[in-house]
């Protein structure tokens, strides 16, 4: 009943003034679920899904939800993850953050409990060990990939050039510091940055 | 005392999970092989984080975790991969009006920082196997997902269904072991 009358109201207000519907917390958290169960591939095949989903369910406009996931790269951790807190933070405030924490998290983890449980057990039958194998084995390929694609798409100049080879050939040299160097290198980085963009 | 390991660990590489996924692979292998797995298990991992829902870095802390230790390393290492990440957003989010960090700019080191990060991704998962079968799925895959549009998720079954149906065959008929 309350939801038929909030319904309506929606419908009425979205009649005078064209604004997008401000769903339920409990709709949101479903979505946000559905599509962290069914969406395989990475964060670059989830968050053209969510922009989708979003738009169609009249919650949050395509460019709106760009510009969240613009901000939600600049932060560490999965880009599923990132936009979705921003999303779900720009919609309820702090109280959607743990919703949007647990449909993100949740149904990845009970499938790989799943999954790891599976090979725990079947894991020493040969057809498995050679699917492993199998599929392990194009890794390397799909990262040369993402490299070839990154590489194209980045705008380069002769200083970003000089900075990926060095960080690239640092990390390489010494596996044992890579946390703190990345660390290092991303301040270093952005300072580099700053600095030379009057220049430009 | 493992979980506790296990749950550092993955905290620490959260730290740095920036540029969507591949990137951070590099940095996982360098701190989990050879401490509790070997070379040819990590491929595996990853491959299974690929083309199973979720994220691949928080994907690769539950399977890790749950070798390690069961339920709850397995719990322990996906929350603590997320903990950094959650606390960064939600303080960027408070600290926004006193802290102008230029996001382009942090944007564009970040993309340099990544693709150094794949780099080393690339060099640390060089193929080492001899195998040319093997060899073969991977020069396929980085064919199909640089130039296609295809979803990488079909090189990984689709090798692996290949691999444990034809493998055996094909070594015959090139006359190799498997």
Redesign the interface.
Known sequence: MKGYTRQRWSRQKSGEKKSPDKPRLIDFFVLIVRINSFTLGGGYVIVPVMATSLEKKGWMDESEFYDLFARAQAFPGPMALNSAMLVSLKLFGIKGIPVAFLGVILPPFLALILVSGLIQRYGSLPALRRFLDGAGAVVPGLIAALIWKNSTKRSWNILRVVETAVLALLLILLPSLSLPLLLVAIVILYFIEGLCKPLK | MQTFEVIWTFF???????G???SI???IR?EVVPRWINE?E??????????????????TA??IG??QGG?VS??GA??SV?T???I???T??YLARFLK???D???????????????????????TSVDPV??A??????????FTKI???W???G???????A??AIRALLGIKG
């Open positions: 620490k590489i959260g730290i740095v999970s920036f969507g996924g591949w692979v590099g940095i360098n040819q990590f491929l595996s991992l990853i491959a299974i984080a690929q083309s199973t829902p979720g994220p691949i870095a928080l994907n539950t399977m749950w070798e339920f397995a719990l996906t929350l997320v950094f990440p959650v960064a957003i939600l960027a989010t960090l230029r996001a700019t942090l944007n564009e080191s970040l993309k340099t920082g990544s693709i150094a990060m794949m780099l080393m991704a690339l060099w640390a998962l060089k193929p093997l060899i799925f991977a020069l396929g895959a980085f064919a199909l997902a640089a979803n990488a998720l090189a990984i079954l090798s692996g269904a290949l691999n444990a149906i493998g055996p």
